[in-house]
């Protein structure tokens, strides 16, 4: 199973692709009517509501005024959320209801308006967002729902920015053409992205990247951050930190294009245990794979291997390779990957030199991608005495 996030503001063309991810096949969940169903008259949450607001928010026939509660519940911070505190759990509670009566292989299209506002981002495989213009929007909402446009302005204005919905979004379906266009794209997205990430979460595999150097891209840190947000969300407690590292987390160096992530944890034990918890939120185990190359100690010059355990994680989805290493708190390995960063951050030199180490390898390798680290592997071995005494300079 994946769970999908998809979200847009008002008029943006949200409802075209909801409705093409349900003639293939989507298990759908609508935020807007569970909020609705869980207020309906006989409802609890209708009862509570009217005990907080008073009996003058139903209309004649018992149902809910809504302009009425609007008028009551959004006049200042307290009401609101006296409002939601009556609404927000009966809307979880439900939308937990559907989501394990959903099939072991469902793909689940959980449509939310407000999902940037709420900071739900995280707790998705994929949130894709529609888009269109403010103005494309206005005119949209003028025409065909008969809205006021000064309405239809405050509506636009009261939601999230588009910088702020770009922030979250793994997929940006841009509705400025016909709703033909969107729909194309839409169907495009399920069939050749999202059928076999929920494949390959069933089947525990792990999609690797290319083995190429692209050029600096400064969308690797955004990916990066909406990654370790995720981690966040699937490792709660269990991790001590969650971090972008690797070539992609350091500006203006060219990388492979594989985010590298590290999960610090308390031990392996730990990382074990989450490796299950992993894969269901979309990153399988990477067998074989149980530590880094030991190095020397630069201050006795001796190999202990033991310290440099680790547990190895991929992406299981088609579009994006990640690798999620995990680390014990304090190892050897899991501090070279923080100060390694942050060197090759601070000393231009460093990170030219490396740059070069890597087309090297590259070239060495032959698209081999275990010639490609193991022509690389001397270099890391200086340049882990050299990141020591950086760190103890500095």
Avoid: C
Avoid at 18 to 39: L, Q
């Amino acid at each position: 199973m994946i769970r999908l996030g998809l979200s847009g503001g008002i008029g943006a063309g949200k409802s075209t692709v909801a409705k093409t991810f349900i003639d293939r096949g989507g298990y759908h969940i609508d935020a807007d009517k569970i909020a609705r169903e869980v207020v309906e008259p006989g409802t609890p949450g209708l009862a509570a509501l009217v005990e907080a607001f008073g009996d003058d928010i139903l209309t004649d026939d018992g149902s809910l005024d809504r302009p009425a509660l609007a008028a009551k519940a959004f006049v200042d911070d307290e009401s609101r959320q006296k409002l939601n505190s009556i609404t927000h759990p009966l809307v979880g509670k439900r939308t937990q209801e559907m989501l394990d009566a959903a099939p072991d292989d469902a793909i689940v299209v959980q449509d939310i308006p407000l999902l940037v506002e709420s900071k739900m981002a995280p707790f998705f495989h994929l949130v894709v967002i529609v888009h269109a213009d403010a103005e494309t929007r206005v005119q949209r909402l003028t025409s065909a729902r008969g809205m006021p446009e000064s309405d239809a302005r405050a509506r636009i204005a009261a939601q999230a920015s588009d910088d702020e919905r770009r922030a979250v979004a793994d997929v940006w379906l841009d509705n400025s053409g016909t709703p033909d266009d969107l729909a194309a794209a839409a169907a495009a997205l399920w069939d050749d992205r999202l059928i076999p990430f929920e494949q390959n979460i069933r089947s525990r595999t792990v999609l690797r990247g290319p083995l190429i150097l692209a050029d600096p891209d400064p969308g690797w840190e955004a990916e990066g951050a909406r990654l370790v947000n995720r981690l966040w969300a699937i490792v709660g407690d269990k991790a001590s930190a969650v971090d972008h590292t690797g070539s992609t987390a350091i500006p203006g160096l060219a990388a492979k294009p594989t985010i590298d992530l590290q999960v610090t944890v308390a031990d392996l034990d730990v990382a074990d245990a989450l490796a299950d918890t992993l894969a269901d939120g979309g990153f399988p185990r990477v067998g074989g794979i149980d530590g880094d190359r030991p190095k020397a100690d630069p201050a006795t010059g001796t190999v202990d291997a033991g310290l440099w355990g680790k547990r190895l994680h991929g992406s299981a989805d088609p579009a994006r390779a990640v690798n999620v290493h995990l680390r014990a708190a304090g190892s050897p390995g899991q501090q070279f990957a923080l100060d390694f960063r942050d060197w090759l951050r601070a000393d231009e030199s460093a990170r030219d030199e490396y740059a070069k180490v890597k087309r090297q390898a590259l070239a060495d390798a032959d698209g081999d991608l275990g010639r490609y680290v193991s022509a690389k592997e001397p270099w890391f071995d200086d340049a882990y005495r050299r990141v020591s005494e950086w760190k103890l300079n500095r």
